[in-house]
């Protein structure tokens, strides 16, 4: 016998949210990640070629020579490389049956703000797991993420910003250090579009039921149209191969993994950037299980010891832990299975 799947807001599902003055109660999300608290930290930039934005990196200087009189001076020319980052666009749409909110009386606008708030979450969430994971070389509808960036051990470019956890199994993690601006990491969107995620009331719709018969709904909309540009990778670093089971038996040193991806970056200290242009700002993401470990390790020390410990601070009204004055975001989007980088 087939499952029957149900795709659309029942009589029963608002019963469920029902409170026992017949008002909608508040759900408790259990579902929400940090996700909508991360997207605080995104720096958004238009793309200057429709969905796609194309920029050019310095990747080599003009030298330079000692003269003497009577010589002339040896001509030469820096390099650059042009990079072309795409974007992708994601939706979803609430359906609401009209007979049933017009039997939810009173509470019809309740009942639609608490089928909303879940959509909203879900796509926050995706977002911000292809800000981490998502790769066009394997799915062409999803944008770059910096997993696909940062993703081979190496000595140049990308790939020497990588710091190397030990791990060998698929149960590792890892740990970013990601610097957000104009001139560093930001997300991307199509010229003329709103950035973000965009939540558009459809009012009533008229829609067919399996059989072809008409029917009328209230329709939400939720959609975004993002992607990701890495302008200089000497700002972002990676903690990679971290193997949970070594980290949970305390075999793993986490904070010297985290000084050495510190100290890949190229401005540890954001300085007033030249040009006219803003000043990035660094946050650390990791998972629960990464910031318990180094919690731990803060911990345990001596009361003498000069350790570098994890301590609290406040970021967009909210506190959080942070790392040489680097904020800790907590993410669930950053997993534990994450095969081996090599």
Request: aromatic residues 8%; hydrophobic residues 35%; proline residues 3%.
């Amino acid at each position: 016998m087939a499952t029957l799947v149900q795709k659309f807001l029942s009589q029963a599902d608002v019963y469920k949210r029902t409170d026992g003055k017949g008002g909608i109660a508040d759900v408790m999300e259990v579902m929400n990640d940090t996700s909508q608290d991360i997207f605080t930290d995104f720096v958004g930039m238009p793309c200057n070629e429709g969905t796609k934005h194309t920029h050019a990196i310095r990747t080599g200087l003009p030298s330079v020579s000692w003269g003497a009189l009577y010589e002339g001076i040896v001509q030469s020319k820096s390099q650059t490389q042009q990079v072309s980052d795409t974007t992708g666009f994601v939706e979803a749409l609430s359906t609401v049956d009209q007979r049933l909110l017009k039997l939810a009386g009173a509470n019809k606008l309740a009942v639609r703000a608490s089928e909303s708030r879940p959509f909203i979450e879900a796509m926050a969430q995706d977002l911000v797991r292809s800000m981490f994971y998502y790769n066009p070389a394997t799915n062409p509808r999803h944008p770059k993420g910096l997993g696909a960036r940062f993703g081979t051990l190496g000595n140049v470019g990308a790939s020497n910003q990588i710091v190397d956890g030990g791990g060998v199994g698929s149960d590792n993690m890892s740990i970013w250090f990601v610097t957000w601006g104009e001139r560093d990491f930001f997300s991307l969107y199509p010229d003329g579009t709103d950035w973000g995620i965009v939540q558009e009331d459809k009012g009533q719709q008229r829609v067919l039921d399996a059989n072809g018969n008409p029917y009328y709904v209230e329709e939400e909309m939720f959609s975004s149209h993002m992607g990701f540009g890495v302008k200089d990778w000497r700002n972002i670093s990676r903690v990679a191969n971290v193997d949970l089971s070594d980290l949970q038996a305390g075999t793993v040193d986490l904070y010297t993994l985290m000084r050495k991806a510190y100290y890949k970056l190229q401005r540890r200290r954001q300085e007033k950037v030249a040009e006219g242009g803003t000043p990035g700002r660094t946050v650390i993401y990791a998972n629960r299980d990464a910031i318990e470990a180094l919690d731990g390790l803060a911990t345990n020390g001596g009361s003498t010891d000069s350790f570098v410990r994890l301590r609290p601070m406040e970021l967009e009204g909210k506190e959080v832990m942070s790392y040489r004055g680097i904020p800790i975001r907590e993410t669930d989007a950053l997993l534990n299975t994450e095969a081996r980088i090599v």
